[in-house]
DNA sequence: CCCGCCAACGGTACTGAGTACCGTAAATAC
DNA sequence: GTATTTACGGTACTCAGTACCGTTGGCGGG
């Protein structure tokens, strides 16, 4: 009659109990025992009490691999934003299930910092991603890559979370626009091997000059980068 | 005669252990008979098996606290450098044990997770510090204070790690360039409450048009944001 | 000198996560 | 039908971490 496979079960009976008892106070054997199989079969599913929560960063983390490897340089840049989405997207699918592990995780600590080293993960393969297509291996270009991947990361966090406490309604626009901010901090470098323009570069900085004032040394400066 | 203390002897032990057999293959049983005590005695000193390799990460935390909440709004920014200077220092001063710990995380996951979760305290640290300071309690305002905590942690990390791998003769210049980079990605927001100036704003973006053509509209935004 | 005190240590026993191995029942292939 | 896979339960083990108790060795005060 229970035809419900043991692995859901293992996973329903665990959040259940965690939300009775708590994390440390329940175990592995309350666990198969509520969902009616034996201690060896919960190991079977789950490799350890902790995965129960996070059962599939695993196929997260092959998934944005993938999203990754299969893009030209040209759409470098949207491949990291299509894979940021991704994981977003995976988390609004679990719904309330997402939340219930955010409220574990906001209370256990060892749970957080197994979340924790798994956005960090992510965090590694967009900084080798972003770092490969960058080519150059200088420091300052390598650190650049650090920066370009932790920001990322942390945008992704920040509206993930916003959307896991309620308080965002439209998560995905949220993303995008958060991704626009984090790809307006750093200069585009992707226009120069994409087209052969002889555009305008405009580079951040404040000054207390006139704009007038700062043309010439503009038109200098661009006419030093792009050549002529 | 063996008058070098327990504490001492174990984290010897222990390295030399941990270098001999791996982490994984080295129980504490193991560390604590080389080091000539009980069992009991190493938990005594260390919280966990792990901990004898990060021993002093809360006391290290709790100076980059102290180092945050004694600063005034002025000297924000300068805390911050100071606080992640703070940390880079403590691994210098370490010298060839910060290497054999890097050479251990590098190889072990456990103990890589264990790093990453106490990085991230720091983080946690810097945000909210950032995001206090800021007063600002809108969303995109706690997206930038994550974002630069963000940075100056992924900055750090950077430098560091290039120290540890022997590639930087002087990681202290390497870490103020970096934080210089940094703070350079975000508009200095003190700009317009230090000083009265009626200066120039440029932002960052790549277009294809040539600068003449963008003159008008970029005067206009100019006007725009500066009053009249 | 002896007493009481306190800190550091060792030993024993326990819980609980994770592993290894073996046996078994049912489903599926052939 | 038999053989093979698949999923499961049970037992026994290792090891990290905790709790508790007893012992030793100073150390100052009487």
Same mark, same amino acid.
């Given at each position: 009659?229970?035809?419900?496979?043991?692995?859901? /079960?293992?996973?329903?009976?665990?959040?259940?109990?965690?939300?009775?008892?708590?994390?440390?106070? +329940?175990?592995?054997?309350?666990?198969?025992? /509520?969902?009616? @199989?034996?201690?060896?079969?919960?190991?079977?599913?789950?490799?350890?009490?902790?995965?129960?929560?996070?059962?599939?960063?695993?196929? $997260? $983390?092959?998934?944005?691999?993938?999203? $990754?490897? +299969?893009?030209?340089?040209?759409?470098?840049?949207?491949?990291?934003?299509?894979?940021? /989405?991704?994981?977003?997207?995976?988390?609004?699918?679990?719904?309330?299930?997402?939340?219930? !592990?955010?409220?574990?995780?906001?209370?256990?600590?060892?749970?957080?910092?197994?979340?924790?080293?798994?956005?960090? !993960?992510?965090?590694?393969?967009?900084?080798?991603?972003?770092?490969?297509?960058?080519?150059?291996?200088?420091? +300052?270009?390598?650190?650049? #890559?650090?920066?370009?991947?932790?920001?990322? @990361?942390?945008?992704?966090?920040? @509206?993930?979370?916003?959307?896991?406490?309620?308080?965002?309604?439209?998560?995905?626009?949220?993303?995008?626009?958060?991704?626009?901010?984090? $790809?307006?901090?750093?200069?585009?470098?992707? @226009?120069?091997?994409?087209?052969?323009?002889?555009?305008?570069?405009?580079? #951040?900085?404040?000054?207390?000059?006139?704009?007038?004032?700062?043309?010439?040394?503009? !038109? !200098?400066?661009?006419?030093? +980068?792009?050549?002529?």
């Amino acid at each position: 009659m229970s035809k419900t496979p043991a692995r859901i /079960r293992l996973a329903d009976a665990a959040f259940a109990l965690f939300d009775e008892r708590g994390y440390e106070q +329940t175990t592995v054997d309350d666990i198969a025992e /509520r969902a009616g @199989v034996g201690r060896t079969t919960f190991f079977r599913h789950y490799r350890s009490k902790e995965e129960v929560i996070f059962p599939d960063h695993d196929r $997260l $983390l092959a998934a944005i691999k993938d999203r $990754l490897v +299969t893009s030209s340089h040209s759409t470098a840049l949207v491949a990291v934003s299509d894979a940021v /989405r991704l994981v977003l997207l995976h988390y609004i699918e679990e719904g309330d299930l997402a939340r219930r !592990r955010y409220a574990l995780t906001s209370k256990v600590a060892a749970l957080r910092d197994r979340e924790i080293a798994s956005v960090a !993960r992510y965090q590694r393969l967009f900084r080798e991603f972003i770092a490969d297509l960058m080519g150059d291996p200088t420091a +300052t270009a390598s650190l650049r #890559a650090e920066l370009m991947a932790a920001n990322v @990361v942390a945008a992704h966090n920040h @509206v993930l979370r916003r959307w896991l406490r309620g308080e965002s309604s439209d998560p995905v626009a949220e993303m995008d626009e958060a991704m626009r901010e984090v $790809l307006a901090l750093f200069p585009a470098p992707s @226009v120069h091997e994409a087209s052969g323009d002889d555009g305008t570069t405009v580079i #951040a900085f404040r000054t207390g000059q006139d704009l007038d004032t700062l043309l010439p040394s503009l !038109r !200098r400066f661009i006419e030093g +980068t792009t050549g002529h």
